[in-house]
Every structure is written in C-alpha cells, then in structure tokens.
C-alpha cells in the first residue's frame, strides 16, 4: 500500500484546510484509514479515524472542528479542518491497517500543515 499526502500549507486561525490522502494498492475499501498529527517536539497522535463502512472516530481535542472522509471510488481519505487553532500545527500523516489484504500498519509522508495566529 502506497499512501501520498497533500493539501497541507499554512493558514490563518479560524481558517479552513483540507487534506487528502491517495492510496494505491490494496483493497482500499476495507482499510481502515486514520490520520495523524505529529506536532512539533512530540509523537504522532490520532485524530481521525473512519472506517470502511464510514464509522468514524474523533480525537475530543479535534471532534467538532475536523471531518474525516473517504471516496472509495477514488481510494483517497479527507481531513477537513475547520476553526483552525495554532495547536493544530504539525505534520499529518496518513496510516492505513491493509485490512482485507494484507494486515499490517502503512503511512504516507506527511503533510505539513501551519496555523498562525
């Protein structure tokens, strides 16, 4: 599974951003999809995660302000942030379990996203 982020950039507090996530290979539709922030000088975290029935999960830290999607059709993941605050600065990262192919953990590169204040 191969995973390629994008979208991130930097953006104003209040503002609104969204990421996307395309995954080739796999079965896409099965995965369990998650992104996850790493914020400068700590570990990665989870914020979102959805699955491949469209149940999703929020972190309390984002629920409310971040929407996470999927269009299986086109194998790709969406995190929407609005009312962005600076704590949301960081790397996100998309993680796939390669559920109904083969288990496993597969992250993207990141994206950069940078809240201003």
């Known amino acids: 599974v191969d995973m390629v982020e994008s979208g991130g950039g930097l953006v104003r507090a209040g503002g609104s951003l969204r990421l996307s996530c395309v995954v080739s290979?796999?079965?896409?539709?099965?995965?369990?999809m998650e992104w996850y922030q790493e914020a400068p000088g700590k570990g990665r975290e989870l914020v979102a995660q959805?699955?491949?029935?469209?149940?999703?999960y929020y972190a309390d830290s984002v629920r409310s302000r971040f929407t996470i999607s999927r269009d299986n059709p086109k194998s790709t993941v969406y995190l929407t942030i609005n009312n962005a605050k600076p704590e949301d600065t960081g790397t996100y990262f998309c993680?796939?379990?390669?559920?109904?192919?083969?288990?496993?953990?597969?992250w993207g590169r990141g994206t950069q996203v940078t809240v201003s204040s």
């Open positions: 959805i699955t491949g029935s469209s149940s999703t």
């Open positions: 290979g796999g079965i896409f539709s099965m995965h369990l």
């Open positions: 993680h796939s379990d390669g559920r109904g192919w083969r288990p496993g953990s597969y």
